[in-house]
């Protein structure tokens, strides 16, 4: 989960926009505000959190129904570039980024593509009115090393997590890691093939009386 105190947060923010400097100065500029934007939405102790929290055990607790994927996938799948599956627990989806428009080569900053494409999926789920919670997971292709690789995968899940934060989901259901080039949906032996496993891929969880993430699976099949 994006929980930290305000100097990981700051020193977070400096790797990350300084992981762009390739880039040019817009990127940096970008990363930087966005990570300093997440870390004033990912404060644990905000007192307005606590005054939710009293406000919520003051009330009775409302009725809960189990929640159903199937409408969730459906409107999803509407997008061109998404591939959309329900895995083993039901409650789960995992969300693929299938376009080769994703990131540029050894670059965690998202395209235009992929940010239009995140705000469509924060909007289905708000839409859904279910409550929900997203494991960003960062890939790259099989270029360089794996430890370069694994690094960069890292960088992108996080600079996604981050503009799903800033998009307000909520930061207690956002965690995220790095795969590097090892789960590949595609040959790395073409450039196309090489675009398209620049990626990140979404586990969505629907809640059913919970109140914390859970990831008590092994990504992405055993599920349960």
Excluded at 91 to 113: C, E, K
Aim: hydrophobic share 35%; with cysteine.
């Amino acid at each position: 989960m994006l929980m930290e105190n305000p100097l990981v947060c700051l020193k977070r923010a400096i790797l990350l926009s300084g992981a762009e400097l390739r880039g040019g100065c817009m990127r940096v500029i970008y990363f930087f505000i966005l990570a300093l934007t997440a870390c004033n939405t990912t404060q644990p102790y905000l007192l307005a959190d606590k005054q939710a929290d009293a406000s919520a055990k003051s009330r009775p607790a409302p009725e809960t129904r189990q929640p159903s994927t199937s409408d969730l996938i459906n409107r999803l799948r509407k997008d061109p570039h998404l591939s959309v599956q329900q895995l083993n627990d039901n409650n789960t989806i995992l969300v693929q980024m299938r376009s080769g428009d994703s990131f540029q080569s050894d670059s965690a900053f998202p395209t235009q593509i992929l940010m239009e494409v995140l705000d469509y999926v924060v909007k289905v789920l708000n839409d859904s009115g279910d409550k929900y919670e997203i494991k960003v997971v960062g890939h790259s292709d099989r270029v360089g090393s794996e430890q370069a690789n694994l690094l960069v995968s890292e960088k992108r899940a996080l600079s996604v997590a981050l503009y799903l934060l800033n998009k307000g989901v909520d930061r207690k259901r956002v965690s995220y890691e790095g795969k590097g080039s090892q789960e590949p949906i595609t040959d790395n032996n073409s450039q196309e093939g090489r675009d398209v496993n620049r990626r990140v891929d979404l586990l969505i969880r629907l809640l059913y009386n919970r109140t914390a993430p859970n990831w008590n699976c092994s990504y992405p099949d055993n599920c349960s």
